[in-house]
């Protein structure tokens, strides 16, 4: 595999964005069951699992995210289903898979404003009015779809950032019908990304794709035997410990890796006993991480994950395999790293001159200030001296306490004498440590895909469509797996 490269502007402009790709072997199997990594088994449950959903038969591409409005890095994963679906001709499709048991509040934004001294900060942006009956941290299906609003009082800190967050909220306002805040999003996110990626064939929610008919035996086994599912689920978890928390162990009433949601709209973790008794009376229950992208994987000819998601799913397939017998199809990876210039985000990148010495070498050792270019080691004289007072008088004696106190007396006065320098040098660090901290912003690889440059977004999905058309067995290409990086260091992106 091919290293990704990297790249360095300026301190601010003319950073380089980064494109990785990642495609199986076997990539370039243009029909359902040719794919080599699949299990007849698991062939025979793909088609079973779409007609439950509704999805074609035919070449099925996917990528899945949260509902929240994508970085450019999601952005990728999308753009590579779009990409690969569009390769395989009119017959091929993908499906956008919306996990929407997470808890979070679809209906924000995070973009730069600026605080109340002028200086750039990261708000995260409610666009619609809190519901009473929701907990702050309910899961994003069950908060409702709203008729958004642009906040008031919360100034966008760039032109740019005004269009990002008026452009969202259109679209936001022509998906409220949608069943939920969580769909309203992922709806009007696809829109808003409607130049690099082609209309899915489906939103599929967490809900949606764990209730359908098919998925029914794999729950099934999952509740007959918890103990089991646990103990296998924390033995993958020996891959990655950081993959997921751990399942309880409890016989027959183990948990299992199901959400459960309480009146308020918050998740629970469920034990089998009860997992059992919501589905008899037709309560909802989502599927975990681990159990949802393999069903995403198996319904998908091709399914995209992040780097993220690439990471978990060592333990996940082991998971399935160990357990639930199942061998998961290979997966696709695409990401990217592209910033916002600074002008767009609203920065001042302009640094202060530097002090010679920094203010606290200077607190403690004022008489560093009468040469700062010579920043001499020796330590003065007169400190010299009431050290070696201090080093010669006994421990826990009245001469070694008096001497230190000498010490300290000297070195007051001596920051008197020397105030102002020092007060200069404080605000020099202090406004120097503050547009630094708003250019750290600038690296900042989550802020909202529309906050990017569009011929920055261009290049990359350009990049991400001639990686995957090169690797296309059916367009004679020969690169199946590898990483691509696109690179421009001359503009800011």
């Known amino acids: 595999m091919e290293s990704k490269e990297e790249s360095s502007g300026s301190q601010v402009e003319g950073r380089a964005s980064t494109v990785t790709v990642e495609l199986p072997a076997d990539f370039g199997s243009a029909r359902v069951g040719e794919a080599r990594s699949c299990a007849p088994a698991t062939l025979d449950l793909r088609v079973k699992l779409r007609e439950s959903l509704g999805l074609p038969l035919g070449f099925l591409a996917g990528a899945g995210h949260q509902p929240i409005l994508w970085h450019a890095g999601i952005l990728a994963k999308f753009v590579a289903a779009s990409a690969t679906a569009r390769q395989f001709g009119p017959g091929a499709h993908w499906v956008h898979f919306l996990s929407d048991q997470e808890a979070l509040d679809p209906l924000r934004i995070d973009l730069p404003t600026r605080d109340s001294g002028g200086n750039l ?17 309910a899961v994003a299906c069950a908060r409702p779809a709203q008729e958004p609003r642009i906040p008031d009082g919360d100034g966008a800190a760039s032109p740019a950032a005004l269009r990002v967050l008026e452009a969202f909220c259109s679209e936001l306002g022509r998906a409220r019908g949608e069943p939920s805040a969580a769909m309203q999003v992922a709806r009007a996110t696809e829109v808003c990304a409607a ?23 794999i729950v099934r086994k999952i509740l007959d035997a918890p103990e089991e599912c646990a103990k296998r689920f924390n033995a ?27 009146r308020q709209g918050r998740r629970e973790r469920l034990d089998a006993t009860e997992a059992r008794r919501r589905i008899e009376v037709g309560l909802p229950i989502l599927p975990r991480a681990f ?45 990217a790293t592209l910033l916002p210039s600074a002008t767009d985000l609203g920065i001042n990148s302009e640094l202060p001159a530097q002090a010679g010495i920094s203010w606290r070498e200077a607190w403690w050792d004022p008489t560093r200030l009468d040469d700062p270019p010579a920043r001499s080691r020796m330590i003065e004289p007169i400190r010299a001296a009431h050290l070696q007072r201090i080093a010669d008088a006994p421990r826990c004696s009245k001469g070694r306490r008096a001497a230190y106190r000498a010490l300290c007396n000297h070195i ?10 020092l007060a200069l040098i404080a605000a020099d660090e202090t406004r120097t440590q503050l547009i630094r901290g708003q250019i750290a912003l600038t690296q900042d690889r ?33 690169d199946p797996v590898g990483t691509y990086a696109h690179r421009d260091s001359k503009r800011a992106l």
């Not at 007051?412 to 102002?420: M, N």
């Not at 895909?449 to 990686?467: E, N, P, S, V, Y």
């Open 121 to 137: 900060q990261r708000s995260s942006l409610r666009l619609a009015t809190p519901t009473g009956s929701l907990a702050g941290d």
């Open 195 to 217: 130049r690099w990626i082609t209309p899915s064939f489906a939103i599929i929610s967490s809900q949606r794709l764990l209730g359908c008919a098919e998925a029914s035996p």
């Open 236 to 262: 993958a978890l020996a891959l990655d410990r950081h993959a997921a928390r751990p399942l309880r162990e409890n016989g027959l009433c183990s948990e299992v890796p199901m959400w459960g949601i309480d």
């Open 291 to 335: 159990l949802a992208s393999g069903l995403m994987r198996i319904i998908c000819d091709l399914f995209f994950h992040g780097t993220g998601g690439a990471r978990y799913e060592r333990v996940g397939g082991q998971w399935w395999r160990e357990f639930l017998g199942i061998e998961l199809p290979q997966f696709g990876c695409a990401t």
């Open 412 to 421: 007051e006065s001596l920051r008197g004498q020397r105030h102002a320098q």
């Open 446 to 478: 989550t802020w909202p895909f529309m906050l990017a440059r569009q011929d920055a977004l261009d290049a990359m999905a350009a990049t991400i469509t001639a990686r995957i058309t090169r690797a296309s067995p059916a367009l004679g290409g020969a």
